[in-house]
């Protein structure tokens, strides 16, 4: 499901800060070389983690779901430089490709790679953060968030793409579509959180923005 009419997207993309030549590169590869491209951000929603970013200076950066490395290059964007960015994927085979980009950015020593399982590796990280963005699968948002707001300084943003899923999350969901399930769970859940102030973005395929409130008790 398109959100926006395809002109108005093109005019917005069109009106919109310019991808990096970097960005460029890494956007063309995972289009010609790697599965299920559409799971890349893209040059809009990409523009808006990096602005997101910059706006923050976060010292720290936790992103869920690394696939080719695109939005974790927008995100470091961000990044001071005494910054760090901790990405985690499970998908091995993506990992050479990430790290190529990584390298070519200048921003490799800020950005540590973990390859595994979110729900695993999440409570080993002693570290507290001011941006998280979660991008993988749909069914653990709910758990991930739960994870990680613990590990939130007060006023951190957490960020979760995909929330909208193509519109499903408005129609009659099917038995077996257990994605649509989690992320209207989801959406729900955050909407409910009296920790977070929250806006859920219609912007490519939807993005839930939670703000930590800087006292939680109210």
Request: with cysteine; glycine share 6%; net charge negative.
């Given at each position: ?26 956007n ?12 890349l ?5 990409g ?28 995100l ?91 519109g ?16 209207i769970?989801?959406n ?15 912007i ?15």
């Amino acid at each position: 499901m398109d959100f926006l009419p395809h002109d108005i997207e093109q005019y917005a993309e069109g009106h919109t800060q310019e991808e990096p030549q970097l960005l460029k590169e890494l956007n063309l590869e995972t289009w010609q070389t790697v599965l299920a491209p559409r799971m890349l951000s893209g040059p809009l929603q990409g523009r808006l983690l990096s602005l997101i970013a910059q706006l923050l200076a976060p010292k720290a950066i936790l992103e869920i779901g690394t696939y080719t490395g695109y939005s974790a290059l927008c995100l470091a964007e961000g990044l001071p430089k005494d910054g760090v960015l901790h990405t985690i994927d499970r998908n091995a085979e993506l990992r050479r490709l990430q790290q190529k980009y990584f390298d070519r950015s200048g921003k490799a020593h800020q950005i540590v790679t973990h390859l595994g399982n979110a729900t695993e590796i999440l409570p080993s990280l002693d570290q507290k953060f001011d941006l998280v963005f979660i991008d993988a699968d749909k069914e653990n948002y709910a758990v991930y968030f739960d994870l990680v707001i613990d590990k939130m300084n007060p006023g951190g943003l957490i960020m979760a793409d995909n929330v909208l899923w193509s519109g499903k999350v408005i129609q009659e969901v099917k038995p077996y579509d257990t994605s649509t399930k989690a992320l209207i769970a989801y959406n729900e859940k955050i909407n409910a959180d009296i920790r977070v102030e929250n806006i859920l973005l219609p912007i490519r395929d939807g993005i839930m923005m939670a703000r930590v409130k800087l006292n939680t008790r109210n």
